[in-house]
C-alpha cells in the first residue's frame, strides 16, 4: 500500500514537472503559447502618447505613464516589432489594415484597440518607422529592451491579444510570434477567441 | 496505475533547454541564428581618429564587384558599417534596418558599404536570407581582418566590432562609433552625424 502511495506521489511530482517544462518551453520558445503568468509580464507601464488623437483613441484621462489595463477598450492588441525586422517591415501594411479593418467596423473601433512596442527601438527609429508606412495606431518606444525582456524576449513581430475587465484588471487569450495570415483572419480569431460579438 | 514516460520528460527537458538557442530578434530567420550570448563590448584598439584620411582599400562584394573606398572620392560620402559575424543575433537585424532607411542615406548624400570578415559565400546566404540589400557587402576574409586591422577593429578572435566610420567626399573620417558589440547603433546618431556633413 506505502509503495502504491509512494508510486501516485512520484507520478504526481513527474507530471509537474513534464508540465513545467512543456509550459517552460513553451513560452522561451518565443513561437507560440501563453500562460496565466503571461498577463503578468504584460504589466509594465508606457509613457502618455504625445497626440490628443492617439490619447483619445486609447481613451487616457491621464497625464502621466499608463498601464494596459487603462486603455478604455474590452480587447488591446499589441504588436511587439522593430524596425530592424524584416518580418516586421514586410508585415506593416498588413497591420495597417487590420487596424483600419477594426476602424471601420462601428461595433468594434471603440472594444478593440490597436498599439506597438518597438522592441530596442529608440524615439527616432518609432518615428521613422511610422512615418515610413504611415502608421496611424499609437506606437511606443523600448529603447533599452526592458519592456522587451520583461516580456521574455518573444522574436518579432509578436502579437499579444488582452481582454480586459472593467476593474483594470486584463487577461491575455493569444500570444504569438508569426506574422499575420490576413487581416481579416487575424481579426476573426481575435473576434472567437474573445467572445466580442459582431452583427454580420 | 498511470506513469510518466521517462522519456517524455527527457524529451521536454531537451526541448526547454534548447528553446533559447538561436534566438534573435527578429522572426525572420527561423532557428538558423547562432547565438554567441554576451560579448565582451569592445575588444581592440581604435588605429584611426576623426580628421584622418582614411585608409584606402579595395574589397570584393557578394556580387563580385571590386569595391575600392576612394573611387567614391569628391562623388559620396561613406559610411561603413563593420559588423561582428553573420548569422548571429544583433548583426541579423542591422543591416535590414539600414536597408528600410535607403532613402535617407540617399538624401544626405552618403554611400553605405556593410564590411564583415565572413567569408563572402556566408555574406551572400545571409543577406539573401534578408531579401537582399540595397549597399555594398564586402568580405575582409583575405588576407583574414586586413581592412578591420588597419582601421583598428578587428577583435582578438578575428571577427570585427560593431563600428561606424563615416567618411565625407574628401576622404577625411567625420564620425567614429564603436560601441558595445552587443547593441546596435541609434539610427538617429546616424542620421545626425550624416546630416552634419550635409549643412
Known amino acids: 500500500m506505502r509503495c502504491i502511495t509512494d508510486q501516485n506521489r512520484i507520478a504526481r511530482v513527474g507530471r509537474a514537472v513534464l508540465t513545467f517544462f512543456l509550459l517552460s518551453g513553451y513560452m522561451f520558445s518565443g513561437t507560440s503559447g501563453f500562460c496565466e503568468e503571461t498577463a503578468g509580464k504584460l504589466d509594465f507601464f508606457l509613457p502618455l502618447p504625445e497626440t490628443a488623437v492617439h490619447q483619445q483613441y486609447l481613451g487616457l484621462s491621464t497625464d502621466k505613464p499608463f498601464s494596459l489595463g487603462q486603455i478604455r477598450a474590452r480587447v488591446v492588441i499589441i504588436e511587439i516589432f522593430s524596425m530592424y525586422c524584416p518580418v516586421c517591415q514586410r508585415e506593416a501594411e498588413k497591420v495597417n489594415a487590420l487596424f483600419r479593418l477594426i476602424q471601420s467596423k462601428p461595433a468594434l473601433k471603440d472594444k478593440v484597440k490597436l498599439i506597438g512596442i518597438g522592441a530596442g527601438n529608440s524615439a527616432f527609429e518609432v518615428d521613422f518607422f511610422r512615418e515610413k508606412y504611415s502608421i496611424e495606431f499609437p506606437l511606443f518606444s523600448d529603447s533599452d529592451f526592458s519592456i522587451h525582456k520583461k516580456i521574455g524576449e518573444v522574436r518579432t513581430p509578436h502579437f499579444f491579444c488582452l481582454s480586459l475587465e472593467e476593474d483594470k484588471r486584463f487577461s491575455v487569450f493569444y500570444s504569438k510570434s508569426e506574422a499575420i495570415e490576413t487581416p481579416e483572419a487575424f481579426l476573426q480569431i481575435l473576434l472567437k477567441d474573445s467572445g466580442i460579438k459582431v452583427a454580420p | ?199
Not at chain 2, 16 to 45: E, H, R
Request: aromatic residues 10%.
Open chain 2, 1 to 199: 496505475m498511470r506513469s510518466v514516460p521517462i522519456s517524455l520528460i527527457g524529451i521536454s527537458l531537451i526541448f526547454f533547454s534548447i528553446a533559447g538557442i538561436g534566438f534573435c530578434g527578429s522572426g525572420a530567420y527561423g532557428n538558423k541564428i547562432f547565438d554567441p550570448g554576451p560579448l565582451k563590448p569592445v575588444d581592440s584598439v581604435l588605429k584611426i581618429k576623426t580628421g584622418d584620411k582614411a585608409p584606402d582599400f579595395t574589397l570584393t562584394s557578394i556580387t563580385g564587384k571590386e569595391v575600392r573606398l576612394s573611387r567614391y572620392a569628391d562623388r559620396k560620402n561613406v559610411m561603413l558599417s563593420f559588423i561582428p559575424s553573420a548569422w548571429t543575433p544583433v548583426c541579423s537585424d542591422q543591416w535590414p534596418g539600414y536597408n528600410l532607411a535607403e532613402e535617407m542615406f540617399r538624401q544626405y548624400d552618403t554611400t553605405l558599404v556593410g564590411i564583415s570578415t565572413d567569408p563572402l559565400p556566408t555574406l551572400f546566404a545571409w543577406t539573401r536570407e534578408m531579401g537582399g540589400l540595397w549597399f555594398d557587402v564586402v568580405s575582409d576574409f583575405w588576407p583574414h581582418g586586413a581592412v578591420s586591422e588597419t582601421y583598428g577593429v578587428l577583435r582578438s578572435n578575428g571577427t570585427a566590432e560593431r563600428a561606424i566610420i563615416l567618411i565625407d567626399k574628401k576622404g577625411i573620417i567625420r564620425f567614429i562609433h564603436v560601441g558595445d558589440i552587443n547593441l546596435r547603433p541609434d539610427l538617429g546618431t546616424l542620421v545626425r552625424e550624416m546630416k552634419k556633413l550635409n549643412p
